[in-house]
């Protein structure tokens, strides 16, 4: 078993969402509590998506970097980095990211593309919608990095506005956790998990699991997000395939439904 990942049996598929956009944060590269880039949580992850693949799913993925460096707290402890300038420092470490997950994915036999949102056509494509959703039509997954190109906004809004460029049927947030929680699960170990919620009651609540930039695209587009746990092997096959597993986020005004999932580590804050 890969280290900080829960085995699982491989999941049948029958695809709930024929094209998809799956937000990777960068913690989802490294194993819990460590930095950088640890190829066998990388490993993991590309075995789930060849599967999803396989089942002829068109997927993009959106990746992190702050396994490596997030700009906004770089900049907040050195007064001799600009904040734009270290904006721009985490969205080369997407790139880091992203060049790890495409030769993970190439070398199980999965075809990809890497494209960016700043220009760098040694390593990458530059980020073109049409050309992009041309690579999801003819099978290839397409990692998405770079976040937007511009400093000050976090990958998961990147993540929801390619979503919405790309016409995706779902954004699905790949975290530690098992969905979103009413209350901070470090402070409060009895917080309760929704398993569904509005874009407004998250808005409303200020629940940090995406930003509220991110949420309020999704809500003016009515783009579906799952919250789920990445690091159950098969979950993301799970999800895909439109099981009931972590957090839904839906249009409409009624009261979320919650259940007694017990709180486990609390999310990542917004990338």
Known sequence: ???????????????????????????????????????????????????????????????????????????????????????????????????????????VGVATRLQTAIRMEGVAEPFIRRRCIRHLEKGRVVILAGGTGSPFVTTDTAAALRAREIDANVLLKATRVDGIYAEDPLKNPHAVRYSEITYQEMLVRNLQVMDAQAIHHCKEHSLQIVVFNYKKTGNIERVISGERIGTRVVAGTGAARSDATPAGAAPAPPE
Do not use: W
């Not at 819990?32 to 599967?51: H, L, N, P, W």
């Open 1 to 107: 078993m890969t280290e900080g990942i829960e085995s699982a049996a491989p999941v049948a598929m029958t695809p709930a969402y024929r094209r998809v956009l799956l937000k990777l944060s960068g913690e989802a590269f490294c194993r819990s509590g460590e930095s950088g880039i640890s190829m066998a949580a990388v490993e993991s992850i590309s075995d789930q998506v060849k599967r999803v693949a396989q089942a002829n799913v068109e997927l993009a993925i959106v990746v992190g970097g702050g396994n490596i460096l997030r700009g906004r707290e770089f900049s907040a402890v050195s007064h001799a980095i600009k904040a734009a300038t270290a904006h721009y420092m985490g969205m080369l470490a997407t790139v880091i990211n992203g060049l790890a997950l495409q030769d993970a994915l190439e070398n």
